[in-house]
Every structure is written in structure tokens, then in C-alpha cells.
């Protein structure tokens, strides 16, 4: 089983920053795409950021030059620093990790999300 804790929500003026973390831990060899998904209220859950093994990011297009996701292999974590916040990435933020399985699709673990809210 793997276990997903995730840090850095909270409270923040727009045009402020937060960063996010997600330590995953557990039964794990390697992880591939770990990622950040998020729901705004009334809204469906959307994909934020998703980094894979290799280091290749993927953002939402409101998202391209304000957040940046990295991540430590060696932490298992996965990181989203986000800048000049604005009220419309007020929300629940989610981690997720996909872990491969032998000759099966990989399977995907989540957080139990962190909360960002956006508010002067």
C-alpha cells in the first residue's frame, strides 16, 4: 500500500505564493507521473501538473508561468510552488502518483487533498 501526505495549503493574498508537498511512502520501488490535480468549488476536478520520472512537466494553460512542479526521487515527493495566486486557483489540491505494476497498467494512489484559498 502507498500513503500520500500532503503539506503547504493554507491561506494566502492574491499575487502571494505557496508551495505544496506531497511525500509519498510505503510499499514503492519507483514512481512514474506524479502530479497535481485540483477542484475549484462547483467545479469537476482538473488536472493542474503532472512531472514525469524523467522530468518532463505538463501544466493546465491558466497555469504556464505561474506554477512550477518539481519533484525528489530519492524523497519520493513531489512539489508545486505556486506564484501570483489569483482567487480562480482558490481550491482543493490534490497529489497523485501512478506506480507500475508487473505486466498491468499503473496503478494510481492519491492525497487527501490540501486546501488553497485565494482571498484578500
Known amino acids: 500500500q502507498v500513503q500520500l501526505v500532503e503539506s503547504g495549503g493554507g491561506l494566502v493574498q492574491p499575487g502571494g505564493s505557496l508551495r505544496l508537498s506531497c511525500a509519498a511512502s510505503g510499499n514503492i520501488f519507483i514512481i512514474n507521473t506524479m502530479g497535481w490535480y485540483r477542484q475549484a468549488p462547483g467545479k469537476q476536478r482538473e488536472l493542474a501538473a503532472s512531472?514525469?520520472?524523467?522530468?518532463?512537466?505538463n501544466y493546465a494553460d491558466d497555469l504556464k508561468g505561474r506554477f512550477t512542479i518539481s519533484r525528489d526521487n530519492a524523497k519520493n515527493t513531489v512539489y508545486l510552488q505556486m506564484n501570483s495566486l489569483k482567487h480562480e486557483d482558490t481550491g482543493v489540491y490534490y497529489c497523485?502518483?501512478?506506480?507500475?505494476?508487473?505486466?498491468?497498467?499503473?496503478?494510481?494512489?492519491w492525497g487527501q487533498g490540501t486546501q488553497v484559498t485565494v482571498s484578500s
Open positions: 497523485t502518483v501512478r506506480i507500475p505494476r508487473y505486466m498491468a497498467a499503473d496503478r494510481e494512489y
Open positions: 512531472i514525469s520520472r524523467g522530468g518532463s512537466t
